[in-house]
């Protein structure tokens, strides 16, 4: 049964990830980083300098941000975010949307167009100080992109497109041609954030679409939960045996007559998955 834990009302909840004994993520619209204490039921926040996508462990023990600026360290214990890269200075445009670290340690993210439209978007690698292009084709809306246990796999979500793609991972770090894994039908929302569970499933929210999805190694629709709101950005596996399933969801786009039917929009839902999920490797920045 899915059950509202945190009532933020996020207007954009995005980035869910399991870091200790706290489930983190943001709200990008309000520039804001949260730490959601389940043992409470409360949640500290921090303001970022600009839209905030997401934020991932470091090796180092502080935290690595994708703002709308760049890749930025972060330090909780003072709150300061300290710009370390900008990937693309000739897309201002542009902001970071999502992100996941491989078995590596290397960071993969998107970018794209704030205004949801222009082909501008990319997926990037950041490893050893470098941020690189992966390679794959430009996207209004990057989401994902998820990583397999083993580190061979990527899966990446061209969310307007809505399809969600498969490339293998070489030991280089390049990737080979992607291959379409899954593609969402009309009338079900568009695939937002995606993650996968330690049965190497894939789980993808659907914005618009009521509901989150499970899905085969093969692309095959094994699960649906549905939920009380419209639009579900992403899940994040976490608890001390990661079997709880974390969810995200907005409130952008609803109009009033929406936000009187859903009124528990934009808040951080939890339901059991049924199976667990896989840990975070820190970031080697």
Known sequence: MVQSVFAVAATLGEGPVWIGDALWFVDIKAHRLYRFDPATGTAQHWTAPDQIGWVLPTEAGDMVAGVKTGLHRFDPASGVFTLLHDPEPEHPG?????????????????????????????????????????????????????????????????????????????????????????????????????VLDSENCLWTGLFGGWAVRRYDPAGALLQSVRFPVGNITKIAFGGPDLRTAYATTARKGLDPAALAEQPEAGNLFAFDPGVAGLPVTPAKL
């Open 94 to 194: 542009n902001r970071l949307n999502d992100a996941a670290t491989d078995a590596k340690g290397r960071i993969w993210f998107g970018t794209m167009d704030d205004s949801e439209a222009g082909l501008t978007g990319r997926l990037h690698r950041h490893a050893d100080g470098v941020t690189q292009d992966s390679g794959l084709p430009p996207v209004a809306i990057t989401n994902g992109p998820a990583i397999s246990a083993d580190g061979t796999m990527l899966y990446h979500t061209d969310t307007l497109g809505k399809r969600i793609w498969r490339a293998a991972i070489n030991d280089d770090g390049s990737l080979g041609a992607p291959v379409l894994h899954i593609e969402i039908e009309d009338g079900a929302g568009h695939p937002d954030g995606c």
